[in-house]
């Protein structure tokens, strides 16, 4: 038996989430259910990162233990069953004791926004269509990384036990016409890069202020903060593990 290693991409408009819930159709259960036809009994991967509906991922990982000994291209063979709005990009062997979710050690995410209509944008990045203090953005992000407590940007019903993160990384740029938020960090609680990304809009529009944004932060109640920004502007960019992982 080894522990094998999937690197997957997924359009997540074509998915209920990442997440195995039921026979709702997920990016799991679709790799679940190619793995099972594959090997002709059933077969359950572990996941590395969570996403929401309509959440798009560059890399996501998931591992699974297969005992049967094969010598068919298995990238191929699964990417030939699976919906079209998933592909697996990779497959490694890793050691037994590997979890692609607790042997993370970052993930990166980045949220695109767009202000004039584009119809190769639509489900691909959020359109925003007002005026927005750049500068005040900036400052936002900045304040971000001087934090490690984040319950105020945890949505309710998390499986969540500390709200304690890590941030490394917390900027705006400009990329094209687009606006994007890039962070990156240890871990993430659920809807929290939606509710950085939909407070901190509401500072570019004048609505709060930064001392409101630094208040909401330091309050830990959810209620306080603003996650009405879609899931179809986030992406799960990268998700990094410690130097010999894949060797």
């Known amino acids: ?16 989430g990442s997440q195995l819930q039921g026979e709702t159709p997920t990016v799991q259960l679709a790799l679940n259910s190619t793995l099972s036809t594959i090997f002709r009994k059933p077969m359950g991967t572990y996941g590395a990162s969570r996403t929401d509906e309509g959440v798009h991922a560059l890399c996501n990982y998931y591992h699974i233990d297969i005992e049967d000994t094969f010598t ?3 990238v191929y063979r699964v990417n030939a069953m699976l919906p079209f709005g998933l592909a697996v990009k990779k497959v490694s062997i890793v050691a037994d004791t590997f979890n692609a979710r607790f042997d993370a050690i970052a993930r990166r995410y980045r949220y695109r926004i767009y202000a004039r ?16 203090n750049e500068p005040a ?22 499986q969540s036990k500390t709200y304690n993160c890590t941030i490394m990384q917390s900027y705006w740029e400009r990329n ?10 240890n871990r993430f609680l659920r809807g929290m890069v939606r509710g950085l990304v939909g407070t901190q809009l509401q500072v570019a529009r004048g609505k709060i202020t930064t001392d409101d944004f630094r ?10 903060a603003f996650f009405d920004v879609p899931g179809h502007g986030l992406y799960l960019e990268n998700i990094e593990y410690p130097a010999g992982t894949f060797e």
């Open 1 to 16: 038996m080894a522990r094998y290693l999937f690197e997957v991409m997924y359009d997540g408009t074509q998915f209920h």
């Open 72 to 74: 068919f291209d298995l």
């Open 117 to 132: 209509r584009n119809p190769f944008l639509q489900d691909r990045a959020f359109f925003y269509p007002f005026s927005l």
């Open 137 to 158: 953005l900036h400052e936002t992000a900045a304040i971000i990384k001087e934090y490690t407590q984040f319950q105020s940007f945890c949505k309710r019903r998390s």
């Open 176 to 185: 094209g016409e687009e606006l994007q938020f890039i962070v990156e960090g």
């Open 215 to 224: 208040a909401i932060i330091a309050a830990q109640d959810c209620t306080k």
